[in-house]
Every structure is written in C-alpha cells, then in structure tokens.
C-alpha cells in the first residue's frame, strides 16, 4: 500500500499531530513548549471540564507563526473518540497523535513519522529492542501490559508487543480508509485502528521509543474492565 520511493523523505509541514487533551490543565504548558518546535499541524482535542482549551488558545494566540487548532466539545469523547475526531479535522497528509502527558517528545514522534516514507503506519513501542525506558512503569503496570498484550493477540491476530503506547504515526490514506468501520472510543481505540489497518492490508512498524512513565495515569481498574468490554466487543460484534 505504499505509495511513496523507498527511502523517501516525510516532509514535516505535511504532517498532523493530534492531542487528545482531557483534563490536562496543570501539564498543558510543558507539552505546548515541548511542541512548538513542530512545523506542521498541531490540533488539540480537549473535552474536559477544566481551562485546558483556554491555555491552548491563548498560546496559539501567541504564537501565530505555529499552525494550532483547538477542538472544544462539551461532552466527553473518550480517549478514541478524541483521537477520532483529531484525525477526521486533520489537513496534513500523515496524521500522528501523543499523549498530552509528554511520556513522549517531540523528538521520537518525528522519528516516527520519518518511517512514514517506507511504511503505511509507525507505532512507538516500549517493549521491542533499542527502547529506552527513562522512567520505568511500576511492576503491577508493566504485568498488566504484557497480559493486555496477550489478550489482544489471541483475540485479534496483532503480534505487536506494544499496542498502547501513545505515540502513533500514519499515512492519511490509511486512515481515511479504515475510520467509517471504527467503533471504539476508550483505550481499547488503538488495538481496533490497528486491527482496521491489517485487514486492509496496510503495513504498520513497530519502532523503539524512548519513553518515559508519568505518575497521572488516568487508566485505572474500571478503565482496564471497559478497555477488556470493549474489545470483546470490536472482535464479536455485528459488523
């Protein structure tokens, strides 16, 4: 599927990084100077209750020579939906998205949009040989992530070790393609994109990534329970 010269170079202002940005008031503002080295498209999804949309805007507002959008909506979208809706509003021709929690940088998510130029998608993986884990996740968080990861290859036939890392990169196109049949909007998202993705035959790499655990995670026990309900029913269900 793809459609580039092998070895082709991805061109920075043609690219789109999404942010899905929940809640994310008190960190915003480390992220927005991490970020505002980026040359393409910048477009932040916030759906929370808190100013993070208004630290957005007043930045944009600032920073004129950046290219900015802030997508505002009154009900929460989940970590999916928000995603979703980044990349149905994004321009650039290879779409990308990170967490707003800066466990990525900038710096890795251009190295993966450079694998853009060879392949349909790049994931960052924190579990393939060359990641550099700066601050390791606790035991429990770790065991939790190699049973997930089990779970998602007996279900849906993705031998990636990694699937939950927020750093994603893809080419529109392949996007385009697979975003009428996603129906996931919580955690479980990434697995159904790239299951999506496989069906249709695009090629996705997993990348080593340097990364780094924040203490806020916002996935807890019933979030683990919906993304575990939510797969079952993306396998299982009509359609």
């Known amino acids: 599927m793809i459609r580039d010269a092998a070895g082709a170079r991805v061109d920075p202002q043609d690219c789109t990084l999404v942010i899905p940005a929940y809640n994310e008031e008190r960190r915003i503002c480390t992220l927005l100077d991490d970020v505002s080295s980026f040359p393409g498209e910048l477009i932040?999804?916030?759906?929370?209750?808190?100013?993070?949309?208004?630290?957005v805007t007043a930045f944009a507002a600032m920073h004129p020579d950046l290219s900015i959008r802030c997508l505002r909506f009154a009900q929460r979208l989940g970590k999916g939906g928000g995603i979703l809706a980044g990349m149905q509003a994004a321009t650039g021709r290879y779409v990308g998205y990170m967490d707003a929690d800066c466990s990525t940088r900038l710096d890795q998510m251009r190295l993966l949009f450079d694998r853009l130029g060879e392949a349909d998608g790049a994931i960052g993986s924190r579990?393939?040989?060359?990641?550099?884990?700066?601050?390791?996740?606790?035991?429990?968080?770790?065991?939790q992530s190699r049973f997930f990861n089990l779970i998602v290859?007996?279900?849906?036939?993705?031998?990636?070790?990694d699937t939950q890392c927020g750093a994603k990169v893809f080419r529109k196109e392949a996007l385009d393609a697979v975003s009428a049949d996603l129906r996931a909007t919580g955690f479980e998202f990434d697995v159904e994109l790239l299951w999506r993705l496989r069906q249709k035959g695009y090629t996705v790499e997993e990348v080593?990534?340097?990364?780094?655990?924040?203490?806020e995670s916002k996935v807890g026990t019933s979030d683990v329970a919906a993304m575990l309900t939510g797969m079952l029913?993306?396998?299982f269900g009509k359609g």
């Not at 579990?127 to 065991?143: N, T």
């Not at 290859?153 to 070790?161: E, H, I, M, Q, S």
């Not at 080593?208 to 203490?215: A, E, F, K, L, T």
Request: hydrophobic letters at 50%; one cysteine or more.
């Open 44 to 55: 932040f999804v916030c759906d929370g209750t808190d100013a993070t949309a208004d630290v």
């Open 127 to 143: 579990w393939v040989p060359g990641a550099v884990l700066v601050v390791r996740q606790s035991f429990m968080r770790r065991a």
């Open 153 to 161: 290859k007996v279900l849906f036939g993705l031998d990636y070790r």
């Open 208 to 215: 080593s990534i340097v990364w780094q655990n924040m203490d």
């Open 233 to 235: 029913r993306v396998r």
